[in-house]
């Protein structure tokens, strides 16, 4: 006697059913892929609200400087308050006649010089440290990186005696020669890595032509690790320009940097707080001035290395 056996059913039953090009799992209905335009969306807007977030705090600040000292210091403060450059006029001078022009322009000698010596003494350094190490060049590298543990303050007071006994106390010379010891690690170590991405190819062939240290310095290592050198010196100048306790503690009148200038509006008497956040702008801007300028070589150097 025959068995009738009964074929097993191929219709796609309700745990899976096959929808255009999408696989939706029971009766929900839900898709088994996330649509890559809504996460970027998504991705998007919450990277804008983080800068935002981010943003907000000198935004606040440049429009408390257009703000009375009286609207500015209403708790909580006013935003639709009326507008005014009281503060702006008072920070370069307009009734107390002192100017801001020789302590800005104090910082940027100070700054601008010290980098420059900075990318002098790293770059021969870098080269000595990656493409022609030194021997146990680890060590090296190790006591430039333990330089930068030790806080500031804790060599303030060597500082200003021997700043004292040699008489360089309020001297523009000697903070750009801190300066400058200030970053140089720091310089060194990024210059390392911007370095070591060098091909090794290009300096044998220049060597093969008979071309010199120096000559090999300038005209193939500086063009390929530009974009390095440029995030270098940004950095390096953004440290000094924003630098406070060695300018507080080793200048005076003559020698005072932007950010001790900066300090001085702060007052126990009185409203300051318009004239600190108009102050505060206006020395910003020249280290704003100069990231936006070379942000694209910023990127670029902060970037080299990262992938092979």
């Not at 039953?13 to 809504?38: I, Q």
């Not at 403060?77 to 006029?89: E, G, M, Q, R, V």
């Not at 006649?97 to 003494?121: F, K, M, Q, R």
């Not at 953004?238 to 009148?253: K, M, P, Y």
Request: hydrophobic share 55%.
């Amino acid at each position: 006697m025959s068995t009738l056996t009964t074929p097993h059913s191929t219709q796609p039953g309700p745990a899976a059913v096959k929808t255009g090009s999408r696989l939706s799992f029971g009766k929900s209905g839900r898709k088994s892929r996330m649509d890559p335009t809504r996460n970027n969306t998504a991705a998007g807007i919450a990277a804008w609200l983080l800068a935002l977030l981010f943003a907000t705090p000198v935004l606040w600040m440049i429009l408390t400087s257009f703000h009375s000292e009286t609207d500015a210091a209403t708790n909580p403060p006013s935003i639709a308050a009326n507008l005014t450059l009281d503060a702006y006029k008072e920070f370069f001078g307009a009734s107390s006649g002192v100017s801001p022009w020789p302590p800005l322009i104090n910082s940027a000698t100070a700054s601008v010089l010290s980098t420059v010596l900075v990318l002098a003494l790293a770059i021969p350094a870098a080269y000595a440290l990656s493409i022609r190490p030194v021997k146990k060049w680890t060590d090296v590298m190790f006591f430039f990186l333990s330089t930068k543990m030790m806080p500031v303050v804790a060599a303030i007071l060597p500082l200003y005696l021997f700043a004292r006994t040699v008489g360089a106390l309020d001297n523009i010379w000697f903070l750009i020669l801190m300066y400058t010891s200030m970053n140089l690690p720091i310089a060194v170590w990024m210059m390392r890595s911007f370095l070591a991405e060098v091909p090794e190819e290009m300096l044998e062939a220049a060597q093969i032509d008979g071309a010199s240290l120096l000559l090999i310095l300038r005209k193939i290592i500086a063009p390929v690790a530009m974009p390095g050198i440029a995030a270098t010196a940004l950095i390096c100048f953004i440290f000094s320009w924003n630098e406070l306790l060695l300018a507080r503690v080793l200048t005076g009148v003559v020698a005072g940097t932007a950010p001790v200038f900066l300090t001085g509006f702060v007052s126990g008497q009185g409203l300051f707080l318009a004239k600190v956040c108009a102050a505060a702008v206006v020395i910003s801007l020249p280290v704003l001035c100069a990231g936006f300028a070379a942000q694209d070589k910023l990127v670029q150097g902060l970037s080299l290395g990262a992938v092979k």
